[in-house]
């Protein structure tokens, strides 16, 4: 079976960071982008956050609108994607948000970890171990193989420098905020990396938009810019 179509999301400040180190999240988006947002999670077969963002922020990751959910089962779909997660540990505690809400879930982790994950999220997940290592291309493949044909990934940091460096990304949603985080210890976009092309290759600019005071960017990291 083909992978899915990969769509990496994320909101950043001006200087590059998804989150500050205060205890409560940083809101970086504005309405009409959360929106946006809602608006690709309902055109998604499945939604990824990691293990990290999961402790963090404790999310329901959800297809928000009613009018958006209803479309989906008109078209023969699910009211809400397939949620995915990533744990190498397995330290995910059944009591999170992710697990109570929507439809469908599916934990990936390692060999080491598989047992007592499954044990942890009876009747809440199904737990696939990748192998020894996360495999973030075997996971890819298990979803084609659940008919998973588009899969929006919505971080945190390593999960998204995963993707990236493997080069396993379609897309880029990329929100730019007008903040300035400036915060040291703060949580990036993406980690340092072995990144698959040349700092100076340049990815294609599919669309550039204001949304608010956001500025909202797609990039197609799999084609070079020709300009």
Known sequence: MPRPYVTLSVAT??????????PS???LSNADDFDRVDQVRADSDAILIG???MRADNPRLLVNSEERRAAREAAGKPA???KVTVTKTGDLERELKFWHHGGEKVAYTTDAAEDKLRERLKGLADVVST???LDFGALLDDLGERGIERL???GGGQIHTAFLSQDLVDEIHLAVAPLVVGQADAPRFLHPADYPWASTR???LAEARPIGDVVFMRYLPKQESRA
Not at 13 to 22: E, F, P, R, V
């Open 152 to 154: 929006m990934v919505e």
């Open 51 to 53: 293990a990290g963002t």
């Open 80 to 82: 809400y994607p397939l």
């Open 13 to 22: 400040s001006i200087d590059g960071y998804i989150d500050d180190t205060s």
């Open 131 to 133: 192998g020894e290592e």
């Open 25 to 27: 999240r940083l809101l």
């Open 202 to 204: 340049r990815m294609t």
